[in-house]
Structure formats: C-alpha cells, structure tokens
C-alpha cells in the first residue's frame, strides 16, 4: 500500500505531516498516527474526521480531532 498524504494535507497543510505516520486506510478512511503522542487522526477524502469508537468509526469535529491528537 502506498502512503496518500492528500487528506492530511488538506486538514493540517503539507509542514504538518512531517509529525505523522501514514498507518492505512479502513475502508474510506485515511489513518495518521502523530509520531510522539501516538494519537490517530482519521480522516476521509472530504477532511471529515472520525475517531474510532468500539468496532466502527464515528464522526468527531475537526478541532476537538486536532486538540486530541497534538495532546
């Protein structure tokens, strides 16, 4: 599988995207894992983001996604 940093970059801009690893994808979603907090940022085509919650992803807003991951 080859990395696709278009939806991170989208979100935080391409300077960002140095704090993240490209961890995959499920299904539609995009997985960025921050290289020192280890928290995921998931993300879709559109930059909607989504945490994941049990078995599934749910939807979360953009900037309680982003505090989460840089904490």
Not at 15 to 22: E, P
Not at 37 to 65: M, V
């Amino acid at each position: 599988m080859t990395s696709d940093w278009a939806p991170l970059e989208q979100v935080l801009g391409p300077k960002l995207c140095d704090c993240f690893m490209f961890m995959g994808r499920s299904g539609e979603l995009y997985l960025y894992k921050h290289v020192d907090t280890r928290r995921y940022l998931n993300l879709d085509t559109e930059g909607r983001c989504f945490r994941y919650a049990g078995n599934d992803y749910a939807p979360e807003e953009l900037r309680k996604a982003i505090v989460h991951v840089f904490s």
